[in-house]
């Protein structure tokens, strides 16, 4: 398929429909109850496949962003996460020895965002996988980042325990369409930890940006792309919001008048720099 293909109004017009996100695979519509214990540890067994990928999900968030769907808990109260990190531990011990034959190649953290946690929590859940699970010498470490509730000396500690590539959350830069959100962050400081944590090291910089928030419109999104230009992200993940106001209650308070339409949508997924 050609590049020119993928904006053709009418093809994106005839999918612009809700689906399952597929930020996981299998995705999670393909998980049912007949799939047991038993069939997980015998997919185990006898995969000829002896490297591992591990995601660690952590939840919390300082602040609630309305256009968010993802699984998270909204608190200002670091020590929360010590409740949530001693369980995990419990689940790691518990899974470790099924992949003692494995190695480990690729590790992420999502969320909510993992840079809620302090400094000596990251610590302690980096130290706890390494001591249980057996990782490759040449290993990918990363972690998503949100900009707003971090100190520049992030970079150096998560640098210092391997981690290579770092993920920020950007979403867009427009004052109006991050109030409209509930996700006001300074620009620059995003740019001088970009540029920090290049001087520090990391390789891999990757920002995350939705298209179809609120008061978005093909100017104010080429100024965003602009600036991601000027950074010199490696990577740029563009993701739709998917405005399902009766599922999740917090993009209730997204009026329906400030979406682009399924055309102006159209129009932004299709703006480059």
Not at 26 to 35: I, N, S, Y
Not at 45 to 55: A, I, M, V
Not at 78 to 90: I, V
Not at 162 to 186: P, W
Request: proline share 4%; aromatic share 12%; net charge negative.
């Amino acid at each position: 398929m050609q590049v020119n293909q993928f904006f053709d109004e009418q093809l994106l017009s005839k999918y612009n429909t809700s689906g399952p996100r597929y930020t996981s695979y299998p995705t999670a519509l393909e998980f049912h109850p007949q799939f047991s214990h038993d069939d997980f540890i015998q997919a185990v067994t006898d995969s000829p496949n002896r490297e591992l990928s591990l995601y660690v999900h952590i939840p919390f968030c300082h602040t609630l962003c309305y256009y968010c769907g993802c699984n998270k808990v909204i608190t200002r109260h670091r020590s929360k996460a010590d409740t949530y990190l001693k369980y995990l531990a419990q689940e790691i011990a518990l899974q470790a020895p099924l992949f003692s034959g494995y190695k480990v190649k690729q590790l992420h953290w999502g969320g909510g965002t993992p840079s809620f946690l302090t400094h000596q929590q990251i610590t302690t859940l980096v130290d706890l996988l390494k001591d249980k699970f057996t990782f490759a010498d040449q290993v990918e470490m990363s972690i998503e980042i949100d900009p707003r509730e971090i100190e520049m000396n992030l970079a150096e500690h998560l640098f210092s325990l391997g981690f290579n590539r770092l993920s920020l959350g950007v979403q867009d830069l427009d004052l109006k369409v991050q109030e409209a959100i509930n996700r006001v962050q300074s620009t620059e400081f995003i740019g001088e930890f970009i540029a920090h944590s290049k001087a520090v090291g990391f390789q891999s910089i990757n920002i995350d940006l939705i298209y179809g928030l609120p008061h978005q419109t093909q100017a104010t999104f080429v100024n965003t792309l602009d600036k991601a230009h000027e950074w010199d992200v490696d990577r740029i993940s563009l993701f739709s919001y998917a405005h399902l106001p009766s599922r999740f209650a917090a993009q209730r308070k997204l009026r329906d008048e400030w979406l682009p339409d399924v055309k102006q949508k159209i129009f932004l997924n299709e703006t480059r720099h």
